[in-house]
């Protein structure tokens, strides 16, 4: 049962009113740092939305690190939940959150031919359709220490194909995997980049 998103508050945690001054602003702005991950460092790693990360991004994820899995599902009560993720993390010896969320877009372009393509041609249909797909991914990273963060938004990543009916549902699936595949991989490494 999908019961929603967490948001970046979530997360990161929402300032209570008496602290966002102006003279704290400014204070936290001249001490942040951006936290920057190195191969095989403790990293917990969120989906939102998801019980477990997909598979796709575990695997490019523990190429690189020592990965540890939560829960993405959005608990009925979120205060506290940016502190009490840190301090889970910690326990754990775990240095980083990384959470991420997906978008999966798609647009369809019909080709010429498509009144024509119930005529079958050895077996199979005439592509009548172009399936085109992307996915946006952001993550954001929190040092569990000190609660700095960074938030990293790969490139898109983008396919097209041509499918008739027959095929269609089976190629955008296909499409699909492919594109998650690719655009984790892009995610992680980015977070090597800098």
Known sequence: MYRGELSEFDILGAAPAGEATQANIVKALEAATAPTLKRGDKLVLIQSGAMVPDNDMM???????????????????KSGLAASLRLRAAQGGYRYILCYWGVLESAQEDKE????????????????????????LKGIL?????GNWKMLTPEAQSD?????????????????????????????ADLLSE
């Open 160 to 188: 097209a194909r041509f499918n008739s009916g027959k095929t269609r549902v089976e190629e955008d699936q296909k499409l699909v995997l492919a594109l998650k595949a690719k655009g984790y991989k892009s995610l992680v």
């Open 113 to 136: 031919g498509k009144v024509v393509s119930w005529i079958p041609i050895a077996g199979s249909f005439v592509p009548d359709q172009k399936e085109q797909m992307r996915i946006r």
């Open 59 to 77: 695997d490019a994820a523990q190429l690189c690190f020592s990965v540890a899995p939560f829960s993405g599902v959005p608990p009925a009560e």
């Open 142 to 146: 929190v040092d569990v220490a000190t």
